[in-house]
């Protein structure tokens, strides 16, 4: 350091006084079972695929979870299967203009909200450009971020003061790339909202995270969790299980994380980062 900074820095101290916070850690470790007792978690579509793998391991956790579809016999089977520690609210998470009353209900279920996974999302699987039309845009525009936008929204102003708050975006390897449709589009604004949500409230007790994955098997990808999960022209010579991408969303829901924010978790075996290999 030289002179003229160390002189400013007494003066600075001198004027000021050192200041006076106090700041504590305490680092929680995983426990198996309990990782996430007491904690309220909300899942977007957690009736199937990934957000299904999700709510199933937030209940082994020790948490209460309410899962969101369209399909309201799908949310009821598992929901029955979960058993009492996860309830259901029917919502289309692109029709944003009745969020008030869908957020009214979701309160209603275990009475707050601790942890929120937006997951929900839709792929239109479209080639290039030349291929979307005006309504697929704006259909998977308004599911995989519109919907997660003023969701995210509604919770961060719900938030009781003191209280902590732990947000995951399911975005996708694809919003690690240059892209063209609007599905990959969607993950890159999805990418920089966690950094942006992050940067802003994390100082609020927010903590703002995703997770990027890479081919996993569900009803998006045709992939089907038993037999052979071989794929070529993927680094990993195999494609994900959606238990697989749960228990990296387990590990960021925990106490155990809590250095980690504005990050985009890849989960692809590093697919994403271009090479020459
Ligand atoms: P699935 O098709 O298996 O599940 C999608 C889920 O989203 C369902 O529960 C569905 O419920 C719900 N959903 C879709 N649209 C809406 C809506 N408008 N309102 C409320 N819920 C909705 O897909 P995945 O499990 O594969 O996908 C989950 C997330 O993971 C998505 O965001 C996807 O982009 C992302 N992802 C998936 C990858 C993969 O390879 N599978 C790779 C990278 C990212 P319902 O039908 O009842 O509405």
């Known amino acids: 350091m030289g002179l003229k900074k160390y002189l400013k820095r007494v003066g600075r101290y ?28 909300l899942i977007t ?7 299904y793998s999700i709510a199933k391991r937030c209940v082994e956790e020790g948490a209460d979870v309410i899962i969101v579809g369209r399909n309201e016999e799908d949310l009821k089977d598992v929901s029955i299967e979960l058993g009492k520690k996860c309830k259901y609210v029917v919502y289309d998470v692109s029709n944003v203009k009745t969020i008030d009353s869908f ?4 309160i209603k279920c275990f009475g707050r909200i ?12 479209e080639k290039n450009i030349l291929d979307v039309s005006v309504d697929n845009f704006e259909r998977q525009f308004d599911t995989n971020l519109k919907g997660s936008y003023f969701l995210a929204k509604k919770v961060i102003e719900n938030k009781q003061e003191g209280d902590d708050l732990n947000i995951i975006f ?25 950094r942006g949500l992050s ?3 994390y100082k609020n007790k927010v903590r703002v995270n995703a997770i990027a994955p890479g081919v996993t098997a569900s009803n998006m990808t045709g992939r089907k969790i038993e037999g052979n999960k071989f794929a070529e022209n993927q680094v990993a010579q195999r494609y994900f299980l959606p238990e697989e991408i749960a228990e990296v969303a387990i590990f960021l829901l925990s106490d155990a994380s ?11 075996a590093g697919q994403y980062i271009s090479s020459y290999y």
């Open 14 to 41: 001198i004027i000021r006084g050192v200041p006076n916070v106090n700041v504590e850690v305490n680092i929680t470790p995983i426990i198996n079972g309990a990782t996430l007792k007491d904690k309220i978690v």
């Open 45 to 51: 579509g957690g009736n199937k695929g990934i957000g």
């Open 103 to 106: 957020y009214e209900d979701v």
């Open 114 to 125: 601790d942890c929120l996974i937006n997951n929900a999302g839709i792929s239109l699987h």
């Open 170 to 194: 399911i975005s996708s390897e694809r919003g690690l790339q240059c892209d063209d449709v609007p599905y990959g589009l969607t993950k890159s604004a999805i990418n920089s909202l966690t």
């Open 199 to 201: 940067r802003r409230f």
């Open 258 to 268: 809590k250095c980690i924010s504005g990050e985009v978790i890849a989960c692809d």
